[in-house]
């Protein structure tokens, strides 16, 4: 992890070190299907892919999580938070659980919002996310567009066609 963190990027209002860190360094589990969402939230804040990796359900159905396209969302995003909308289940005493949450991000200048309605597995005592259905949203941009012409934002000098927006 190369950023320290005093409170706990999850939102919870917790101190990391209290919420999300213990269970990203394994000396902790999470009791609950939020708490392991939320721990892996900060896991993707603090670049954490293994942890990320390690906490999916692995079975033949379900199909292998492509660790390349995680670690470049993880860092390659700014992440400004988590917001649970509600779960299901998924406490200490279940075997599974529902948590539908947004976590907010941007990469290249545009603020998105990832909605997602998460399922996960008790498994041995120990809570998996097992699949997730991603809702789509409305893309907000932080700055204001930039025009083909226009210098490229990056500072390279070029125009941003022929930089950063060529496709």
Known sequence: MSETFEMCPCGSGKKYDDCCGPLIKGSAKPQTAEALMRARY???VVHDVDFIINTCEKS?????ID??????????????????LRTEKGTASDDEGVVEFEATYSQKGIRDVHHEIAA??????EWLYNT???RPT??????PKVGRNEPCPCGSGKKFKNCCGKN
């Not at 033949?60 to 292998?64: F, G, H, M, T």
């Not at 996960?120 to 005592?125: E, L, Y």
């Not at 409305?138 to 700055?143: N, S």
């Open 132 to 134: 997730g259905m991603v």
């Open 67 to 84: 660790r390349k396209a995680t670690e470049d969302w993880s860092r390659n995003s700014t992440w400004h938070g988590l917001k649970i």
């Open 138 to 143: 409305t893309v907000v941009r932080d700055t």
């Open 120 to 125: 996960f597995k008790k498994i041995n005592g």
């Open 60 to 64: 033949e159905e379900i199909a292998e």
């Open 42 to 44: 900060t896991a993707y």
